[in-house]
C-alpha cells in the first residue's frame, strides 16, 4: 500500500508546474445599493437619483396624456411638440431606470472595476434619444406647420389647464431635483459649481430635463397666446421650433457630460492633491510620481502612481 502511494506521489511532482494554473477567487461582495456618490474634498454624500428619476417618469407619464389630449382638441403645433417632449422625457427616464440597475452591478473577473460606466452608456443613450425624437421631431413639425399652416386654432380653457398642470408637475419634480442638489452641495461651494462638479448623470439628465419641461411650457403658452390674439398661426409654428432648439441645447449638454467620463476624465487635481499628501505623510515614503487617474464611475475612481522609498529604509 505504500508502494502505491509513493509511485503516486511521484506521477504527481513529475507533473510540469506551469500546468497547474489556478484560477483568482473573489470574494462575493454585498449588493450595492448606494451607487449613486459624488466625492468632494471632505465631503461624500449618498445622491437619490433613483427614486429622482422614477418620480420624474410618473410624473412625465401623467403630462403626457394631458397634452396628447389637449393637442387633439386644438391642433396646435406647440402643444404637439410639448406633448413630444414630455412623452420622449418619459422615454429616456425609462432608460435611465435601466442605466440604474446596470450600473448597480457588483465587480466580476470580467468587469473588475464594476459597471458604474454603464451609468454614463445609458445616459448617452438617452441624451441621443432627446436630440433625434425630441428636437428633430420637434423643429421638424414646426417647419411643417409654417409650410402648410391649420386653417384654424381650436382654443379654450382646457388647454391653459393643461398647461398649468405641466408647469406644476414638472416644477414640483424640479424642485425636488434642486432641494437633492443643495442637501449634498459642500458650504464653501456655490450650486452652480456644485452642479459642473456632479458625476451622477441621472441627476443631470433630470434636472435639465425638467427645467426644459417648464421652459418649454412658458414657450408654448406664448406662441398660442399669441397666435389667439393676433389670429395668425405663426407663433404657435415658432413656438415649437423654439421648444426644438431648446431639447436640442439640453441633448447636446448631456451628451458632452458623459463623453468626457467615457472616456475617462481624470480626478479633480485637489482629490489627486489629498492623496499626494496622505502618501508622503508616510514615513518610508519620499516621493510619489507619474500620477494616473480616471472616473470608472460616479463614485468610483481608479488612481495608479509611481512612488520612491526612501533610502534609508532601503539601505537597512
Not at 432608460?95 to 459597471?115: E, M, R, T
Not at 463623453?259 to 505623510?281: D, M, N, T, W
Request: aromatic share 10%; net charge positive.
Amino acid at each position: 500500500m505504500a508502494r502505491g502511494e509513493d509511485k503516486k506521489r511521484v506521477e504527481d511532482d513529475d507533473e510540469p508546474f506551469l500546468t497547474k494554473i489556478v484560477e483568482p477567487t473573489y470574494p462575493t461582495p454585498k449588493p450595492r445599493t448606494d451607487i449613486n456618490k459624488a466625492y468632494f474634498p471632505g465631503k461624500v454624500y449618498r445622491s437619490t437619483s433613483r427614486d429622482v428619476v422614477f418620480r420624474a417618469m410618473a410624473g412625465n407619464t401623467a403630462i403626457t396624456t394631458l397634452k396628447v389630449l389637449a393637442w387633439l382638441k386644438t391642433g396646435s403645433s406647440a402643444m404637439l411638440s410639448e406633448a413630444i417632449h414630455s412623452l420622449v422625457d418619459t422615454g429616456n427616464q425609462a432608460v435611465l431606470i435601466l442605466g440604474l440597475k446596470q450600473a448597480s452591478g457588483v465587480p466580476d473577473k470580467k468587469h473588475q472595476y464594476g459597471y458604474g460606466r454603464a451609468a454614463y452608456f445609458w445616459s448617452l443613450i438617452s441624451a441621443l434619444g432627446i436630440f433625434w425624437l425630441g428636437s428633430g421631431v420637434t423643429i421638424f413639425h414646426g417647419i411643417q406647420s409654417i409650410l402648410d399652416p391649420p386653417k384654424e386654432l381650436f382654443l379654450s380653457w382646457e388647454v391653459w389647464c393643461v398647461l398649468a398642470a405641466s408647469f406644476g408637475i414638472d416644477g414640483w419634480v424640479l424642485k425636488r431635483s434642486v432641494q437633492e442638489l443643495l442637501a449634498s452641495k459642500p458650504k464653501d461651494m456655490s450650486f452652480y459649481q456644485h452642479v459642473k462638479r456632479t458625476k451622477d448623470p441621472f441627476m443631470m439628465a433630470v434636472l435639465l430635463e425638467d427645467m426644459s419641461a417648464c421652459t418649454g411650457v412658458i414657450m408654448a403658452g406664448c406662441g398660442i397666446g399669441a397666435s389667439h390674439i393676433t389670429g395668425n398661426p405663426l407663433w404657435d409654428s415658432l413656438a415649437s421650433i423654439s421648444i426644438g432648439v431648446l431639447l436640442g441645447g439640453v441633448a447636446v449638454s448631456l451628451i458632452r457630460l458623459n463623453q468626457k467620463f467615457l472616456l475617462g476624465q481624470s480626478v479633480e487635481p485637489e482629490i489627486e492633491k489629498g492623496i499626494r499628501e496622505l502618501l508622503l505623510a508616510r514615513p518610508s515614503i519620499d516621493n510619489v510620481y507619474a500620477v494616473q487617474s480616471q472616473w470608472v464611475g460616479p463614485s468610483t475612481f481608479s488612481y495608479k502612481v509611481h512612488y520612491r522609498l526612501k533610502l534609508s529604509l532601503v539601505a537597512g
